[in-house]
């Protein structure tokens, strides 16, 4: 017992606290910094200790300073008990579904070195530890079952605020992750038929090569999943619950630690629609022609390059933070490539574009599904 | 009558996708030039030009990519307010409201006092407080065009620089006064005197139209008076 | 006693007069022979300008900007001085009309200091609105204006500017005329003359301030207005004053929650279009007295259900006992609305009526002022005729010990203290009040009543007329109409008291009490903000 808790207290620092904290700290420079790049600017390059600048890198660290230390604002007709809470729980859930996602393969800690063909079979039950903080059945269905109460942070920051333009923003973000739910989990049905599992870490596992790969088994459910999953993470071009700029959003009358929670939340989502997309459709930990003890096929040619146990398990982890960081710097791009959808294209889009699709795309992947078992 | 157009949208076109595919080609393609060539990116810098650290050192900055280009604000800035003073240093605002009126945002707040000492020359009234709300404001420049006494300015040349409390970003006179400099424009409200005044600094019409050589102030207006001869 | 409805026109004439026709630009009018040519002018729209003319002032043709062409005449005549004649051709629209306006407007200006910006007046100001009007020219004189003393302490309410004055006279007229007490008069010459008080006399009279509104220009000023606000930020309301039982229409100027002024409306017809000087400080009572924001149960602070449940509960056992032992005052300043749903409550109860007024103050003159300072003391008398005991009474029998419970309705009640002392001996004495007074000590619950600044209802003036005031604010904290404290306590009581707004006590008044029967409810009439509001003086 005392194994696994400090066994899941590691993976917890690791994963949610060095991987999915840091990681969307960088994001939130590196959107700025992406921006900048893609628009011909130079985006932020000044903060600095002394004279060390590490190209802006310090800005989250300086932005948070700032944020941390300002003024606790509340409206003074707001109803404290939800405005406090609303940022918590905006937060909360996209911190939890981090507990499902498989980072890595199965890790047998008594033979790092040797290089094991079948690490269930050769690692006794007690050294074998699996890369994900909780290995759930239902895993897919925990995922879809938290996210969806991240739609509680939005509505009651925008009611509590009492603020009419906070409260219509809080609408339209409940109206859309409501309507955007209803096709990422459309979506999800074609890999639940294709690999016949809602355990993430079983998912994966069956993703070993390149063409198993959820992306290339369920091609149409990618796209509706990432498009649904940008419009639950509430960014552009699906960000009229926010529109900073425009269309005053639903945490407009938030300022200083809590606002940063809200938009440190808004960077962890972008994270975990990253490690979600990256464990159903891009194979998750899966190092293209990587097997448990090293490479027998690279790029088609033949090998036989045997790697210690930690070599492999280095490796695979690296390629999910790397599939991860790729499908991050996407949802960046796509934000500064589209402008934002008007609420009745995006609800005509949500209801009569991407959710029949995605039925189409269930319907298809069953029929496919028999039409193969016939033929076997 | 308007000429009406129809656009047919292919089922190419209305998957959206290819246009997709397109326009992150082209965000991508910029990216990858500018982050991965040597390519410089020239851009006018924000703020900031007055960090020693860039006046003194015009050698690029670590992290720094692009030509360094200095600029002044242009001499229209809006930056923060400013209360002009009378040559006795005194404010030259009558708490005439005019401006406290005219914005949009309802950020300026003055209560009139009244002079007891005042004598006939002088104007009696003045503003007892006079308090602008920085993060209200709106930055119209509304007031500025209103004050009939020169009294109140934005071409201090200054930001509003960031404040970790809402208070701190309310201006108060003294704050306001201590930006502001001389100006020996005619007073507005001055009573029938004024017309003296008008005498001394010649042509009538140029009086309400401050000029740097009306002014000892080093950033005045530089409204040319066209008309004049 | 029989009620007007509101609101009061100036008495038409009992004769009608002749009608006569006259020519305007070409343009044919019948207007009553004898007429002022001006108020005629202004009668049938046409936009003429003037200073000096005020209808209930002589006519002296002082400033001549009223100047209109008359038949084939060259010379151009002050209309204001004309009398209306039949087949009168009048031109006022011709370009030598406006010129000679444009002419004497740059003379009136000639030694006008112009320091608008810090003049009260600027905002509703007669020059400034003429100027924008008929002039709208840089003078084209360059030489020194005339320097005057700019702050002259004219009496303890006026504060008189020399320099911007015009001489138009009007305060000269109203001090010698209306007021009948000439402090005020013309000294020294030519561009040099002045307003002044007479020697030995300052400005002191009881309408003194008049003058301040009467002023088209900021010359004469009211000192407590002075320098507090401009009068575009101000709000306006129509409501009646308070102060004595003239009631006079009038309009209460506020801002924020503060009142700054109570001027009489722009209306020549209302109250003489004059306001007494004590009535325009009625205003300053909300700020003196102590006001009431929560309802108390022996003097705790408590929630307003649990303030009327246990009056219902006190008084139910006194309902129908021998002797009536159950007293209700109304105070004389409660609105009618006020009124009758005491006098509903009363008869719920079988409780005795009191009217609760103040002695007169002698304070009275033959212009506005009354004696009587009870502003609603003719509509409570109506709400019960020969019932209404009075204060004496009051006194007899709390002294008679034939009392046990009092309800007090609103702050009119004026005790003498034997009588006051008595209160003690009394199991409930219920106040419903605005402010804070000497009986509070004595009640054991007191309810938070709205001001008049804040109800909406009708008062009846000494004259019968019934008028209408509006409420320039929200009552503060759990305030509210006394009519609605009395409806909460009925359902208390489980009596249902027939209405449950203000209008609607209205109807039910004017259907049920004989003398209310043609009264109207009045014209509504939206606080409105005097940025627009054009001229005053």
Redesign the interface.
């Known amino acids: 017992m005392l194994t696994f808790i400090i066994a899941t207290a590691i993976k917890v620092v690791f994963f949610v606290v060095l991987f999915g904290l840091t990681l969307s700290a960088i994001l939130t420079w590196m959107e700025r910094r992406?921006s900048a790049?893609?628009?011909?600017?130079?985006g932020p390059?000044?903060a600095?200790i002394g004279?060390?600048?590490?190209?802006?890198l310090l800005h989250p660290l300086a932005d948070a300073l700032?944020l941390v230390?300002?003024?606790d604002?509340r409206p003074p007709h707001a109803y404290r008990a939800l405005y406090v809470l609303a940022p918590m729980l905006a937060l909360l859930p996209a911190l939890l579904v981090f507990a499902v996602i498989p980072f890595g393969p199965p890790v047998c800690i008594d033979q790092l070195g040797a290089a094991l063909a079948d690490v269930g079979g050769m690692c006794k039950p007690d050294q074998l530890h699996y890369l994900q903080i909780a290995n759930l059945d239902i895993g897919l269905l925990f995922v879809f079952g938290i996210a969806s109460l991240g739609v509680y942070g939005a509505v009651l920051a925008g009611w509590s605020s009492n603020n009419n333009y906070a409260l219509l923003g809080g609408l339209r973000a409940a109206a859309q992750m409501l309507s955007y739910e209803v096709t990422m989990g459309m979506a999800v049905m074609g890999i639940f038929l294709v690999y016949g599992s809602l355990e993430p870490m079983s998912i994966v596992e069956q993703q070993s090569t390149m063409l198993d790969w959820g992306i290339v088994k369920q091609p149409l459910g990618f796209?509706l999943f990432f498009f649904a999953a940008i419009a639950e993470t509430k960014r552009a071009p699906f960000d009229i619950p926010e529109g900073e700029s425009e269309i005053v959003g639903y945490f407009v009358e938030y300022s200083g630690t809590r606002f940063m929670v809200f938009y440190l939340g808004e960077f962890i989502e972008i994270v975990f629609v990253g490690t979600l997309i990256t464990t159903l459709y891009l194979g998750g930990w899966q190092f293209p022609g990587l097997a448990s003890d090293g490479f027998h096929s690279f790029f088609g040619f033949n090998v036989n390059w045997l790697m210690p146990h930690w070599a492999v398990v280095a490796l695979q982890m690296g390629a999910f933070v790397t599939k991860v960081f790729i499908v991050c710097f996407?949802q960046l791009?796509?934000r500064?490539?589209?402008p934002r959808l008007r609420y009745d294209q995006l609800m005509a889009l949500g209801w009569k574009g991407l959710l029949p699709a995605s039925i189409f795309n269930v319907v298809l992947t069953a029929a496919v599904m028999l039409a193969l078992q016939s033929v076997k | 009558m308007a000429k009406v157009v129809s656009i047919k949208r292919t089922l190419w076109d209305a998957l959206y996708?290819p246009s997709?595919i397109k326009?992150?080609g082209?965000?991508?393609r910029?990216?990858f030039v500018?982050?991965f060539t040597s390519r410089e990116?020239e851009?006018l810098r924000y703020g900031?030009w007055d960090l020693p650290d860039y006046k003194d050192n015009p050698a690029k900055?670590?992290?720094?990519?692009?030509k360094k280009k200095t600029r002044d604000l242009p001499d229209r800035h809006r930056g923060l307010h400013r209360l002009m003073k009378r040559p006795d240093g005194s404010a030259r605002c009558t708490a005439c409201m005019m401006c406290a009126t005219v914005c949009p945002a309802n950020c300026i707040h003055i209560e009139a006092g009244e002079r007891e000492d005042a004598t006939s020359r002088d104007i009696e009234k003045y503003p007892a407080t006079f308090v602008i709300d920085e993060l209200v404001c709106v930055v119209c420049g509304l007031c500025v065009e209103a004050c009939p006494c020169d009294a109140l300015r934005m071409d201090s040349q200054q930001m509003m620089k960031?404040v970790?409390?809402?208070d701190d970003a309310v201006q108060q006179k003294d704050q306001l006064m201590s930006r502001g400099a001389t100006s020996i424009a005619v007073d507005g409200g001055a009573g029938a005197d004024w017309r003296n005044e008008y005498a001394r600094l010649g042509d009538a019409r140029q009086i309400y139209r401050p000029d740097r050589s009306f002014s000892d102030d080093p950033i005045g207006y530089r409204i040319r008076n066209t008309d004049s001869k | 006693m029989t009620m007007k409805a509101q609101p009061s026109k100036a008495q038409p004439s009992e004769t009608q007069p002749e009608l006569v026709e006259i020519a305007v630009d070409g343009e044919t009018f019948s207007v009553p022979k004898g007429k002022n040519l001006l108020e005629a002018l202004l009668d049938v729209g046409e936009d003429v300008s003037y200073f000096c003319y005020h209808p209930r002032l002589s006519i002296v043709a002082k400033c001549r900007q009223c100047l209109v062409g008359l038949g084939d005449g060259h010379k151009l005549v002050p209309a204001c001085q004309m009398t209306v004649q039949e087949g009168m051709k009048v031109r006022s629209k011709t370009e030598q009309v406006r010129e000679a306006r444009q002419a004497i407007l740059e003379f009136t200006l000639l030694n006008h200091p112009l320091d608008c910006v810090i003049c009260d007046k600027a905002g509703e100001c007669t020059l400034q609105r003429q100027y924008m009007d008929w002039d709208g020219e840089a003078s084209l004189v360059n030489h020194d204006k005339v320097s005057k003393p700019k702050k002259v302490d004219l009496g303890p309410d006026i504060v008189l500017d020399a320099e911007r004055c015009i001489l138009c006279d009007r305060c000269v007229r109203f001090m010698a005329e209306v007021a009948k007490a000439p402090q005020l008069l013309f000294a020294k010459r030519g561009d040099h003359t002045e307003v002044s008080c007479a020697p030995g006399e300052q400005l002191d009279h009881p309408y003194a301030l008049n003058v301040a509104d009467i002023c088209p220009v900021g010359a004469l000023t009211d000192k407590s207005f002075r320098f507090q606000s401009r009068v575009w930020d101000l709000w306006s309301t129509r409501t009646v004053c308070q102060g004595c039982a003239a009631g006079c229409d009038m309009e209460l100027h506020h801002k924020d929650g503060d009142v700054y002024r109570q001027v009489p409306p722009k209306r020549w017809d209302l109250n003489l279009n004059w306001m007494c000087n004590d009535g325009r400080r009625t205003y300053r009572q909300l700020l003196e007295k102590e006001r009431v924001t929560h309802p108390s149960l022996g003097g705790e602070r408590t929630d307003p259900d649990t303030a009327t449940t246990h009056i219902a509960e006190a008084l139910q056992g006194l309902i129908g006992a021998e002797g009536s032992p159950i007293g209700v005052v109304l105070g004389a300043d409660v609105s009618n609305e006020d009124a009758y749903a005491g006098a509903r409550i009363a008869q719920v109860l079988g409780a005795r009526l009191y009217l609760g007024d103040r002695p007169d103050d002698g304070k009275g003159d033959d212009i506005l002022r009354l004696n009587d300072p009870n502003p609603n003391r003719a509509g409570v008398r109506a709400m019960a005729n020969k019932d209404l005991l009075n204060t004496k009474a009051l006194a007899e029998a709390l002294n008679d010990g034939a009392l046990k419970a009092l309800l007090v309705v609103g702050d009119g009640l004026d005790l003498p203290a034997p009588a006051q002392r008595k209160l003690n001996a009394l199991d409930l004495v219920v106040l419903s009040t605005p402010f804070s007074s000497a009986l509070i000590k004595k009640a054991s619950v007191v309810l938070p009543a709205a001001a008049w600044t804040e109800i909406d209802g009708t008062c009846t003036n000494a004259a019968g007329e019934v008028k209408r005031m509006r409420p320039a604010f929200e009552p503060p904290s759990h305030a509210r109409p006394h009519w609605d404290w009395l409806v909460r306590l009925g359902v208390a009581l489980d009596a249902d008291l027939g209405f449950l707004d203000a209008e609607g006590a209205f109807s039910e008044m004017s259907a049920n009490i004989e003398t209310f029967a043609g009264a109207s409810w009045g014209d509504t009439i939206p606080t409105q903000r005097l940025r627009f509001s054009g001229r005053r003086g």
């Open positions: 992406q790049m893609m628009q011909d600017r130079l390059v000044r600095n004279k060390v600048r590490l190209w802006g700032k230390v300002k003024e604002f796209i996407f791009a796509i500064w490539t589209l | 996708l997709i326009g992150l082209i965000t991508l910029h990216f500018n982050t990116i851009t900031e900055p670590e992290g720094w990519r692009g960031p970790a409390h809402r």
